[in-house]
Antibody, heavy 122, light 107 residues
Framework: EVQLVESGGGLVKPGGSLRLSCAAS????????MNWVRQAPGKGLEWVSS????????YYADSVKGRFTISRDNAKNSVYLQMNSLRAEDTALYYC???????????????WGQGTMVTVSS | DIQMTQSPSSVSASLGDRVTITCRAS??????LAWYQQKSGKAPKLLIY???TLQSGVPSRFSGSGSGTDFTLTISCLQPEDLATYYC?????????FGQGTKVEIK
């Protein structure tokens, strides 16, 4: 079964750091680009970051650029999101997603994890 | 950045009704348009990509159309399990962007 399982969320104070992890299973991880998408409570979906199969190409939303770092470990079938200088507006459910893989550079998010909640509050 | 504008923000319809949701991109995105369904408390699910291709297992009452800047998601015969929020998303360029969502309610 194709599956993504996020972990690492929690409550953190403004200015603090958190590292999210996403464990993939059921597919050949190193042949798919991966992403993080977030959803603030009661709000819509916001793309956060993407990383290519090899990790050579990385993209960030302007709202997190310079504060968040995406990475992957293909040997461990995992993708990570290091979040520094956290702000209240980063409070959200963070989803790990997989690119579909059929439309090079134009893939949708075809597999989603269940999300891990990040709350930034003093 | 490409802005995605969905309308309406919510729609209330009766079972069996035809429901249409539109999505407009601020610039042309060819057919690189995805539709997702998100039920309450669940992760989004990919329904249609690109633009008009139904994903495996998605009921045929769902259909998508459009290219360039204007796209449509249609539910031909609304069912109780279609209660959800629907999002469009462009996969043409980075940053990837979503529409604000359309909440479908059963009248």
């Amino acid at each position: 079964e194709v599956q993504l399982v996020e972990s690492g969320g929690g409550l953190v104070k403004p200015g603090g750091s958190l590292r999210l992890s996403c464990a993939a299973s059921g597919f050949t991880f190193n042949t798919f680009s991966m992403n993080w998408v977030r959803q603030a409570p009661g709000k819509g979906l916001e793309w956060v970051s993407s990383i290519s199969r090899s990790g050579n190409s990385i993209y960030y939303a302007d709202s997190v650029k310079g504060r968040f770092t995406i990475s992957r470990d293909n040997a461990k079938n995992s993708v990570y999101l290091q979040m520094n200088s956290l702000r209240a507006e980063d409070t959200a459910l963070y989803y790990c997603t997989r690119d579909g893989g059929s439309f090079r550079d134009h893939d949708p998010f075809d597999i989603w994890g269940q999300g891990t909640m990040v709350t930034v509050s003093s | 950045d490409i802005q995605m504008t969905q309308s309406p923000s919510s729609v209330s319809a009766s079972l069996g009704d035809r429901v249409t949701i539109t999505c407009r991109a601020s610039q042309g995105i060819s057919s690189w348009l995805a539709w997702y369904q998100q039920k309450s408390g669940k992760a989004p699910k990919l329904l249609i990509y690109p633009a008009s291709t139904l994903q495996s297992g998605v009921p045929s009452r769902f259909s998508g159309s459009g290219s360039g800047t204007d796209f449509t998601l249609t539910i031909s015969c609304l069912q109780p399990e279609d209660l959800a929020t629907y999002y469009c998303q462009q996969a043409d360029t980075f940053p990837r962007t979503f529409g604000q969502g359309t909440k479908v309610e059963i009248k």
